[in-house]
């Protein structure tokens, strides 16, 4: 059974700052490409960042620069620090884990709000 509980969302101002949290309980974390999606309201779900079992990342053109994906294996745990945030980063941020690259597995999603 593997869960994912985000935490770390939240209403901040233009140009703050957030961190997202997401905690897994997943055999063998290490083997696992983590990841963050968004969905705003009207819009589909799309990819904000990744992060590979070896530490490679990748992230949308639209957040390059300004969002940091990191993992800490000890902890189980998958990171996304947000600066610079933009109104049009408003979205319920979701948890992604790709078991063995062969089953999604998804968080309950967090909120984000960024107040112009």
């Known amino acids: 059974q593997v869960q994912l509980v985000e935490s770390g969302g939240g209403l901040v101002q233009t140009g703050g700052s957030l961190r997202l949290s997401c905690a897994a309980s997943v055999s063998m974390f290490t083997s696992h490409t983590m990841g963050w999606y968004r969905q705003g309201q009207g819009k589909q779900r799309e990819l904000v960042a990744g992060i590979s079992s070896g530490g490679s990342t990748n992230y949308a053109d639209s957040v390059k620069g300004r969002f940091t994906i990191s993992r800490d294996n000890a902890k189980n745990t998958v990171y996304l620090q947000m600066n610079s945030l933009k109104p049009e980063d408003t979205a319920v941020y979701y948890c992604?884990?790709?078991?063995?690259?062969?089953?999604?597995?998804w968080g309950q999603g967090t909120q984000v709000t960024v107040s112009s």
């Open positions: 992604n884990l790709k078991y063995f690259g062969i089953r999604d597995y």
